[in-house]
């Protein structure tokens, strides 16, 4: 186990990178869940690879503005692509995303082996997995030190990014609750009562866009893939009211976020393994065992649950 001072220089900014990340996806991946475009996550953490590795190619450097001006050009490219498909071939919108999110992420490998070829410090373990264990913050020297503003100012840029990013789409998802959750439930009967559904469902878009932006660079395209799609859906299959089921999906998400890095960072060590693993590939991983659980043995929604019901009639097991 590493000392103190390890631990706030390696460990903390880490964790709580990850931890932002995965509050952030899994919050606005509650309205994708809702409206079955949990496609959308994948889509949107394919399609914004090129626009990324276009913004390292020209600034030369991963500072945010390039990087997120690069996503979201791409993000809007793919949307508009995404349509045109859906029109012009008439064909079904989940197969439109999968046909422009794959070409775009082809793409973006690409361009990435460009980026090798001309010394820019970006690879495809970077994409996939994120750089977790490289943020670092050197401000505090042990754990009084955590009492000075001074320490906090000098934290890390992409912890400060994601805290900033999970901040905005709590203040956004707070404040248009039921406009979100109308749009998500009927459409129709939202622009019935005079709501734009069109744009409530691009402004879940958008938030589902920064969140993965703002956690690519951390956590990689695996991790947020995983953490838009597994705590909100273990939530769903836990609670049936909007407000407790975003409640439970960040509890899932924090949870998740803390347990796999703490696991993937000092599991191996406890069983006499000198090497850690991935921390974000160990987050997603236990993301997806909780929704298995979930799926499993859900009071209501569970498939244990759901047999013992169809093997009971009327109050007679059978």
């Known amino acids: 186990m590493p000392d103190s001072q390890t631990f706030l220089s390696i460990d903390l900014p880490a964790l709580l990178a990850a931890t932002l990340a995965c509050l952030s996806c899994a919050l606005v991946g509650n309205f994708l869940v809702l409206r079955r475009q949990s496609l959308m996550g994948d889509a949107i953490t394919h399609a914004v690879l090129p626009g990324i590795v276009a913004g390292f190619l020209v600034a030369g450097t991963r500072d945010t503005f390039p990087m997120m001006a690069g996503a979201l050009t791409a993000a809007i490219i793919a949307a508009i692509l995404i349509e045109l498909v859906r029109r012009l071939g008439r064909v079904e919108a989940g197969a439109a995303m999968g046909v422009i999110f794959t070409a775009m992420f082809a793409l973006g490998v690409v361009m990435i082996e460009q980026g090798a070829a001309r010394q820019v410090d970006l690879d495809a373990d970077c994409v996939l997995y994120g750089q977790l264990e ?9 754990w009084a030190s955590l009492a000075d503003p001074a320490v906090w100012a000098d934290m890390p840029r992409q912890v400060v990014q994601l805290a900033a990013v999970f901040a905005l789409c709590l203040t956004l998802v707070l404040v248009f609750l039921k406009e979100l959750t109308l749009v998500s439930f009927d459409p129709a009967l939202a622009d019935t009562l005079g709501l734009k559904s069109w744009m409530v469902q691009h402004g879940i878009a958008a938030m589902a866009a920064l969140a993965a932006i703002a956690a690519f660079e951390a956590v990689g395209s695996i991790l947020v893939i995983a953490m838009l799609i597994c705590p909100a859906a273990t939530a769903r299959l836990l609670c049936d009211r909007v407000p407790a089921q975003l409640g439970l999906s960040l509890l ?11 696991l993937g960072a000092f599991g191996p060590h406890l069983l006499g393994y000198d090497q850690s693993v991935s921390a974000a590939g160990m987050i997603a991983t236990l993301a997806g065992l909780i929704l298995a659980l979930a799926i499993l043995f859900a009071p209501r929604y569970g498939v244990l649950a759901r047999r013992k019901r169809l093997g009971t009639v009327d109050g007679v097991l059978v």
């Open 134 to 142: 490289g943020i670092l913050w050197f401000a505090p020297q042990g």
């Open 252 to 262: 899932v998400g924090a949870a998740t976020g803390i347990g796999g890095y703490l």
